[in-house]
């Protein structure tokens, strides 16, 4: 149950002048996505996006503004009611379904419904808000693009782009302005790293390999055990060829022509180690001369609202 904090909306930005035209910036989008780069694009409008949400009832007193509350004693939320004050077992509380009430979408962020990203966009239509929700195209990339969406003096950046044949949409830092930035930022702590230790790290799409020293056969620690996510099922500390790659039990399409997959250091994920060629369908064949921890920069698309996702930055 998510409560609903009310806001005094600030009539900051009026809807015009926009800083791009709708119809220039909605054609561009759905121009790229469509041709170069092959993601399929929606703009639907932005007001009527978002509902009231169902209530909670305390059946005792009647009040309809049940909280999901902090208690500290137990260290997690719990229902409580504003009125009695107090925290609700189960048996007192009601679902009370909301009438059809349209609420201010606020940042409506984009969503991945089936194979194909959905923007929101236009004016909210809430009596005595004069916001907006604008799309801001600010970079793109080879495999991805970058948008700011605007709404009430809020805005956020968000990488749109295709990770394993699959689009996703994820929120990233305001500072970042280009998608090369956005991928950098995105790129986990392990690779991160690397870079800082200078080392030549290869990159296939959302996969990136490490170079390491030791021969991945050489030391069999964690023994022989079945790899979370492989189909056919394959093990640890063998060497295969011409296998999937799989990173924290996601079997991906890319294949390497040596493999072997090991616990990761520091982590609780495996990894696998690569060697010769990987092979994917939308990408160049990468060729790795030695032994690579392979390491999958997976890219997350939460739910569509501010309402329910956390800002990162
Ligand atoms: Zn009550
Ligand atoms: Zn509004
Ligand atoms: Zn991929």
Request: proline content about 7%; overall charge neutral.
């Amino acid at each position: 149950m998510v409560t609903q904090v009310k806001e005094p909306e600030k009539k900051v930005d009026s809807c015009l002048p926009r800083i791009v035209p709708r119809e220039q910036n909605a054609e561009e989008l759905l121009r790229l996505a469509a041709g170069e780069l092959g993601i399929p694009v929606a703009i639907r409008p932005y007001w009527g996006s978002r509902r009231e949400p169902n209530h909670l009832q305390h059946t005792v007193c009647g009040d309809d503004n049940v909280l999901d509350a902090w208690d500290w004693e137990g260290y997690m939320t719990r229902p409580w009611c504003p009125r009695c004050r107090r925290f609700l077992p189960e048996e007192e509380i009601k679902v009370a379904p909301m009438p059809h009430k349209w609420l201010c979408p606020r940042v409506k962020y984009p969503q991945v419904q089936g194979d194909t990203v959905i923007f929101w966009e236009g004016e909210c239509g809430m009596k005595g808000h004069n916001h907006c929700q604008s799309i801001e195209l600010i970079d793109v990339g080879d495999t991805a693009f970058l948008v700011r969406l605007k709404a009430g003096g809020a805005g956020r950046n968000f990488l749109i782009g295709k990770d394993d044949g699959h689009p996703f949409a994820t929120m990233v830092v305001r500072r970042v302005t280009t998608v090369q930035d956005a991928f950098d930022w995105l790129v986990p702590k392990l690779i991160r790293e690397a870079y800082i230790l200078g080392k030549e790290v290869k990159r296939q799409g959302d996969w990136f390999f490490i170079p390491v020293e030791e021969d991945p056969l050489k030391r069999q620690n964690g023994g022989t055990i079945p790899v979370l996510g492989s189909d056919p099922r394959l093990y640890t500390n063998t060497l295969y060829h011409d296998v999937h790659l799989i990173y924290n039990g996601v079997q991906t399409r890319h294949i390497g022509s040596m493999v072997v997959h090991k616990g990761l250091i520091n982590t609780t994920y495996g990894a696998p180690r690569v060697k010769g060629e990987v092979r994917a369908p939308d990408h160049p064949t990468l060729t790795l001369d030695s032994w690579h921890i392979g390491v999958r920069r997976r890219s997350g698309s939460g739910s569509s609202d501010e309402s329910s996702q956390q800002g990162v930055d």
